[in-house]
């Protein structure tokens, strides 16, 4: 299986750390930004996963998500918010988002759903 880059979005510096060592320790190299617009000076070749928290400072994540998902349609992304509401969800599911998890995150099941879209083939 090959790992690739993980952009982590977040602007909070306590779950965006948490997240970072985590997925280290699983294998994945990662980056961090804390504003829509730090990611996408961040994005590149090797990037090949995104995790976007809803409520950034300066754009929100699903605009962001739009963004990244024009510049790299194959990307793997996953929408994170501490509100979790249907309408959430389903908006960040039809911008093209892999999968959704509320705040806090569960680290387990979100290790799981990304291994098992590496294991589709999703990221390339």
Not at 9 to 19: H, M, P, R
Not at 83 to 90: F, G, Q
Not at 117 to 124: H, S, V
Request: hydrophobic share 45%.
């Amino acid at each position: 299986m090959e790992w690739k880059t993980v952009l982590i979005v977040d602007d909070n510096l306590e779950s965006a750390i948490t997240l970072k060592e985590f997925l280290q320790a699983q294998g994945f190299k990662c980056l961090l930004a804390s504003s829509a617009k730090e990611a996408l000076g961040l994005i590149n070749e090797d990037v090949g996963v995104a995790v976007l928290d809803v409520d950034l400072p300066d754009i929100d994540g699903f605009t962001l998500l739009k963004v990244l998902k024009g510049k790299k349609p194959d990307m793997i992304t996953a929408v994170i918010s501490a509100h979790s509401s249907w309408e959430n969800k389903s908006r960040a599911l039809e911008l093209g988002a892999d999968f959704v998890f509320a705040k806090p995150l569960n680290l387990s099941s979100f290790i799981e759903e990304l291994k098992e879209k590496f294991k589709k083939g999703a990221a390339k």
